[in-house]
């Protein structure tokens, strides 16, 4: 059997077709999983999981907005008869300079990045208990360990940063519940958050950091993700999976 058989897996920010929350929904549905895809617009997600076959769905949900992330997750529930895996991919960057943060960017950037992960993840762990326990990945970032990017501001990084640590609590707190909550740090990944952003000149630059010499395919992501969603992670938990190409060694 495959490794995410019978399990119904919910992943937020999967709506864009090329970006890494569409890749691991893709990868899930290849190994088993039936895929909820939460995201801004409820046409595109829905739109989104048809592409991936007809058993899968697509809910509006804004990670911002604590009650929509509740009322999405009970759709699932009630559609598709639980949820075992939770992936928190929703993102959004920023690529501005610390004295050019105004309050509405800080905001903006903390509350998608990081309040989404807590909305959410509170939205799904009571469905998984009824489970009798479940898998949390979470989106972090490069830019958390190495205080900026490439891409994101400072925000972005603090925002990447608070993750790690919010993960982590998660981690101790529901590991008696069996759930396991990890993160991923991925490093410079080809998508449309960053798509004609990236000169030549600077691509080059960014290329001489990366040991593996290239940047980052969406798969390259959903594969640590397939990791950390599957019993082949089972004694891991508050743990961060590096997929950087070697750019931190
Ligand atoms: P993407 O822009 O293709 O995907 C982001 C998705 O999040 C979009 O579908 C967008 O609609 C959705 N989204 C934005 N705000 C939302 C909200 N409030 N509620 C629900 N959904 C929302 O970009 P991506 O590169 O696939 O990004 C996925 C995640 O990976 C993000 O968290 C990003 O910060 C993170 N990340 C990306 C890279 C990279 O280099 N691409 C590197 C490290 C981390």
Redesign the pocket.
């Known amino acids: 059997s495959s490794l995410l058989d019978g399990k119904v897996a919910v992943i937020?920010?999967?709506?864009?077709l090329?970006?890494?929350?569409m890749a691991t929904a893709r990868l899930f549905a290849e190994h088993g999983a039936t895929i909820a895809i939460?995201?801004?617009?409820g046409k595109a997600a829905a739109e989104a999981a048809a592409l991936i076959g007809p058993a899968h769905r697509g809910y509006a949900?804004?990670?911002?907005d604590r009650a929509g992330c509740q009322t999405a997750v009970d759709q699932v529930v009630a559609e598709l008869g639980g949820v075992d895996i939770l992936i928190n991919?929703?993102?959004?960057?920023q690529p501005v300079k610390t004295l050019d943060i105004d309050p509405a960017s800080w905001d903006r950037i903390l509350d998608?990045?990081l309040r989404?992960v807590l909305y959410l993840s509170q939205a799904a762990i009571p469905a998984m208990k009824t489970r009798g326990g479940g898998a949390i990945a979470c989106?972090?970032?490069?830019?958390a360990q190495r205080g900026g990017g490439i891409?994101?501001g400072p925000h972005y990084s603090a925002a990447?940063a608070g993750v790690l640590g919010l993960a982590k609590a998660m981690a101790r707190e529901f590991g008696p519940d069996n759930i396991r909550v990890n993160c991923v740090t991925?490093?410079?990944?080809?998508?449309?958050?960053?798509a004609g952003k990236i000169s030549d000149d600077k691509r080059v630059e960014i290329l001489a950091g990366i040991p593996l010499n290239r940047l980052?395919d969406?798969r390259d992501v959903a594969g640590a993700f397939l990791f950390l969603a599957s019993p082949l992670s089972s004694y891991i938990t508050g743990a961060v999976i590096d997929v950087n190409g070697g750019m931190l060694i």
């Open positions: 937020s920010g999967a709506a864009s090329r970006g890494i929350g939460l995201d801004l617009d949900c804004n990670v911002t991919n929703a993102g959004i960057t998608v990045n989404g989106m972090s970032s490069v830019s891409l994101g990447k991925p490093g410079l990944i080809q998508t449309d958050i960053n980052g969406p």
